[in-house]
């Protein structure tokens, strides 16, 4: 079974929904035959590299609420993020573009190393004191580094603004294609869409629901075809 998850970096609730889906794939009886994959979603894709603003500006000038009510909100974010024993800075963050990072992501996808990059992207933004997009590409080289990919490697692709970017945008059009209009979106198996960072319990339902409604394979054609497996091929009888 193959669960994709949209979701950005900048996104807050996906970095909780990720910890409570991960929560339920972890009970679930058939985690080992779960495919995850991550998919882009850029919660703000006109914003120029280079436009960084506190989180808190980026509030109130986007929802039209006052800084009091920008931080409570963060405030309680980060009693969520706690609730699944996440880090959560609540005050003196920054927001910016998210799209070198979603093509990074795309390249650890080929080098098996997405989910673990996308966690230390997480942890980066939402829980460390150094900025994700104040410090340019090494800073992202770095992150790349602790997620074992080859550093240099990560440094060209980030210098080639068209590497990856097809992959970024197919990924947003897909999104778009199946009524995605926020993050994180969750779809198990193209069958199901499950939308928001929900309880652990309302993804073990969906994970046990998907899993049930599997569809067996149904045979079509006669018995005894000739057919290869493990001990060689079938030889024709004249």
Known sequence: ?????????????????????????A????????????????????????DVQPVLTMLTRKY?????????????????????GLDYRARDRDHGSTFDMHRLLHFAKTRGSQDELLQILYRANFAEERSVYTEGDERLV?????????TEAARKVLADPDAYADE???????AAELGATGVPFFVLDRKYGVSGAQPAEVFTQALTQAWGERSPLKPVGQDGAEVCGPDGCAVPQP
């Open 1 to 25: 079974m193959r669960v994709e998850i949209w979701s950005d970096i900048a996104c807050p609730w996906c970095y909780v929904g990720k910890a409570r889906f991960e929560k339920a794939l």
């Open 27 to 50: 009970a679930f009886p058939h985690r080992d035959d779960v495919e995850v994959v991550h998919r882009s979603f850029e919660l703000d894709p006109g914003r120029a590299k280079g």
């Open 64 to 84: 039209g609420m006052s800084e009091a009510q920008a931080q409570a909100g963060e405030d309680n974010l980060g009693a969520q993020a706690a609730a699944e």
């Open 142 to 150: 770095e992150l790349a580094g602790e997620a074992g990919l080859d």
């Open 168 to 174: 970024v945008r197919a990924d947003e059009r897909e």
